[in-house]
């Protein structure tokens, strides 16, 4: 028999079964991942009471024993014998040898083993220690395993922060956990608890008082999950793909691994809510498609609405139905309609609580017609909704409610450090429950205007300059073999003839995209987008390419946009900045290349972490971590126990720092560019981003043909940010809307542009995300230099007017040739001082 008996010698090193778990980089749970919920205690966290409630309900004679009690197991066998089972016969001991080793059959052999194994586990451990296994191994139900992972389940708090009550109602799960929690039955958990406390009484662990006063206590355990401190679904389920790739999925959900990403709570959770508040205020400007349904439609027959809901009102028992029924996310919550005024509407919300929303809450709801058309604003409560209408509802800041809806549109932000990749937020879409498809990796949309930068970092590279001439007219282009004109058009359609680079592309002018890529021709176009991490089979070869044909996800383009913010640098985006094991020991430590020329090597360990701040890596790696696990992982960074030098990876430059600059400087137009003293007044299309104030800051708009599609990356040296607002459906378009003013019914005004859709919700999440950035502005690197020229013709200028400016040349690329000038534009001294000082757009 003890031949076949299992090896207990696992129990002395024994690995828990302990879920994955999500968190930022400022140790906020994201999420947690794994069927068993456990959280192993060490002896010393265990409150005394719940040890004198296990002893005095499962094993009062526990510390006196050697594994077996003779005197439970006869109380127990006379039991049997006399057609009473009394129970009594299993130790704690004993319940781990089965729960470890053994089923949980009923039969003498399977009784027999068990009391071979506890002797053997009496012999090898101590009391305390197997106290412990009992008490994290036990199951106590709802997939929690061990008193730490019920306390959360049930009670959603540390075991520490149980009361009595509470620790009594855990005691007494481990005789059937599935009928005797508060959740399933409050009535048998109850009465178990009285039980375990009747129990601590007569042992003398508790006083008459306490007895008294946890008994009368009433059962307030609910389901809980696990404690989450920071939402960020579409974050949690990236990491945890990455896991189940690097370690598999029962390594993933059993080895108690804690990942940190690199995203913080103040940046995600102002992402998301800049997404979500962009959305629900696009969705808003193209009107209000209903309610969910209704509780009392109208018959086509009906004469008096009125009289219909007096003979039939509403119960609360149908309320209650339909509200339970109803699909709802993010902020906003079902209610129904139980009374409608001129101006507001009375509601009632799941918990039974009346609320009013009051006209500001309801004007804005302009029947929805398509994409492209709303109706005639509403000048009543009941030109909107009726009685016993389902709707769903916010709450204001102001505790006011506002009528609402689930958006049709789709939308996702992502943020990135441009020195090392590392994701800063990312929110894949306005529910994660509503869609889990994350839009940040997965949607691959046309880009739009998003492209232009990459088309004329291209063009710098074969002899063009910011102050390059390029002829912004109309084209029209057949094609021989198939008969058709091809036609691209800018949006607007207006058309400046000859304009230079840098307001083109702060204009965002299609015509002049597309010459530019005719001149350097596609194959080299193509070949340079490339260099960006763009794959090739995702960039058309036609020249529809310079209008955004491309397909990319927003990950993708903001990872492009990178190179510019950093110098030139393709950064590799990542995630996940260290994994520890459950005993917190790092076994992984992100390692990325970094945007520097030259990178520094560092010569004293004590001053690793000054100099990895120096170089903005302090938010991946201090000097606390590069110990031989590091060493051993990564071996191009280490410390040298020779030399001390730490060694970090380059970023692969695929531009030169120039043509990075030159870029910035045209996308830093097209936010803070304005000319309203030409005959084509203009001002850059991200002008919105004026907002923030600051002026280092630069970024391009982008729509789509049809306007399916709306982007806006933009960034500082520091960050970069890409949102994107479109619809999954793709027979849908983002279309046009009404203004605020009291327009007739079908009357369209406004597209839904990149800088307009796409742009707000940017600029929200910037305007927090700076608040942490220093302005550091743009400076210009060696071999730029600055001169004057003439704005009609980008030629070298003499004049210091309004007709001249500074522009920025690579060193080689200076113009030679100097405008004719007409002496009757001089203007005054004074005005020549003032102009030196303007900033350059």
Not at 82 to 96: E, F, P
Not at 240 to 266: D, M, P, Q, S
Not at 804 to 824: A, C, H, K, M
Request: with cysteine; proline share 5%; aromatic share 8%.
């Amino acid at each position: 028999m003890r031949s076949e008996l299992p090896n207990v010698e696992s129990l002395k090193d024994l690995h828990w079964q302990t879920p994955l778990q999500i968190y930022s980089r400022d140790g906020l749970l994201i999420s947690q991942f794994g069927e068993k919920k456990r959280t192993p205690l060490t002896f010393d966290q265990v409150p005394q009471q719940l040890i004198d409630a296990l002893l005095a309900t499962e094993d009062d004679r526990f510390y006196m024993h050697f594994g077996v009690d003779p005197i439970g197991m006869g109380r127990a066998v006379l039991g049997k014998l006399m057609g009473q089972d009394k129970g009594g016969a299993s130790t704690i001991t004993m319940q781990v040898a089965r729960n470890f080793f053994l089923t949980r059959e009923v039969t003498y052999t399977r009784k027999i083993r068990e009391i071979f194994l506890s002797f053997h586990i009496e012999s090898l451990l101590s009391k305390d220690e197997i106290l412990m296994l009992y008490i994290n191994k036990i199951e106590l139900g709802h997939r929690s395993f061990g008193f730490g992972a019920a306390a959360q389940v049930y009670y959603g708090k540390e075991i520490h922060e149980l009361n009595l009550a509470q620790i009594a109602v855990l005691a007494g799960l481990p005789k059937a956990p599935s009928t005797l929690n508060p959740i399933r039955s409050p009535e048998r958990a109850k009465a178990r608890r009285s039980v375990v406390l009747q129990r601590m009484l007569v042992s003398g662990y508790i006083s008459d008082l306490q007895y008294q006063t946890a008994k009368n206590a009433p059962i307030t355990g609910k389901k809980h999950g696990a404690e989450i401190e920071l939402n960020a679904p579409y974050v949690a389920e990236m990491a945890h793909n990455e896991i189940l790739k690097r370690y598999g999925k029962e390594k993933a959900y059993t080895e108690g691994y804690k990942v940190f990403t690199t995203v913080t709570g103040k940046l995600q959770t102002a992402a998301e809510q800049a997404l979500v508040n962009n959305l629900l205020n696009y969705d808003q400007r193209h009107g209000y498609r209903g309610p969910l349904t209704s509780l009392r439609p109208v018959p086509v027959s009906s004469k008096n609405i009125a009289v219909d809901n007096q003979v039939h009102p509403l119960t609360q028992a149908e309320i209650t139905k339909a509200l339970s029924q109803a699909n709802y996310y993010q902020m906003l919550v079902p209610a129904v309609v139980i009374a409608i005024e001129e101006k507001s509407v009375s509601i009632q919300l799941q918990n039974t609580e009346t609320a009013t929303i009051k006209w500001q809450g309801l004007a804005w709801a302009r029947p929805y017609i398509n994409d492209q058309k709303q109706g005639t604003p509403p000048k009543l409560a009941t030109d909107i909704l009726k009685y016993g209408d389902i709707i769903l509802v916010s709450k204001m800041p102001d505790d006011n409610y506002r009528l609402g809806q689930l958006p049709t549109a789709s939308a996702a932000i992502v943020s990135l450090s441009p020195d090392d990749g590392a994701i800063k937020a990312a929110v894949g879409g306005f529910s994660f429950k509503q869609s889990q498809f994350n839009r940040v990796t997965q949607a691959k949309r046309q880009v739009g205007s998003n492209i232009k930068p990459f088309i004329y970092s291209a063009a710098l590279e074969h002899g063009f300059t910011l102050a390059s001439l390029v002829n912004d007219a109309p084209i029209n282009q057949s094609d021989k073999s198939s008969g058709v004109v091809w036609r691209p058009r800018n949006s607007p359609e207006v058309y400046s003839g000859l304009l230079r680079v840098r307001l083109a592309l702060a204009q965002s002018k299609n015509v002049v995209a597309v010459r530019l890529l005719q001149s350097i021709g596609i194959t080299n176009t193509i070949n340079h987008l490339t260099a960006f991490g763009f794959n090739p089979s995702d960039l058309p070869r036609s020249q529809t390419l310079a209008l955004g044909s491309a397909s990319l996800t927003p990950l993708e383009v903001a990872t492009g946009f990178a190179a510019f913010a950093n110098g030139g640098f393709l950064i590799e985006p990542y995630l996940i900045e260290r994994i520890e094991n459950s005993d917190g020991e790092i076994i992984y430590q992100a390692n990325p290349a970094l945007a520097c020329d030259p990178c520094v090597e560092i010569s004293e360990f004590d001053e690793a972490e000054q100099a990895l701040a120096s170089l903005n890596t302090d938010e991946f790696l201090t000097a606390d971590t590069l110990n031989g696990d590091i060493q051993n992982n990564n071996p191009e960074l280490f410390i040298s126990d020779s030399d001390s030098v730490i060694e970090v990876k380059q970023a692969t430059r695929i531009i030169s720092p120039q043509n990075a600059f030159l870029i910035t400087q045209a996308l830093n137009t097209a936010i803070w560019g304005a000319d309203w003293n030409t005959k084509f007044a203009w001002q850059g299309t991200g002008s919105r981003a004026r907002a923030l104030k600051r002026r280092d800051i630069a970024g391009k708009t982008g729509t789509t043909n049809e306007a399916k599609d709306a982007w806006f990356s933009g960034f500082s040296k520091r960050l970069i940010t890409t949102s994107w607002i479109g619809f999954d459906d793709p027979s849908h378009i983002l279309g046009q809307t009404v203004s605020n003013s009291n327009l007739g019914k079908d009357q369209t005004t406004g597209n839904e542009f990149g800088g307009k859709s796409a742009q707000p919700a940017w600029i929200d999440f910037m305007r927090v995300a700076l608040e942490e950035l220093e302005d550091e502005g743009f400076q210009p690197p060696v071999d730029i230099v600055s001169v004057r020229i003439d704005k009609a013709t980008g030629k070298l200028t003499t004049k210091t007017d309004k007709t001249s400016q500074f522009e920025y040349f690579r060193l080689g690329n200076v113009p030679t040739e100097y405008v004719v000038e007409d002496n009757s534009s001089e203007i005054l001294s004074g005005d020549k001082e003032k102009q030196e000082e303007e900033e350059l757009f």
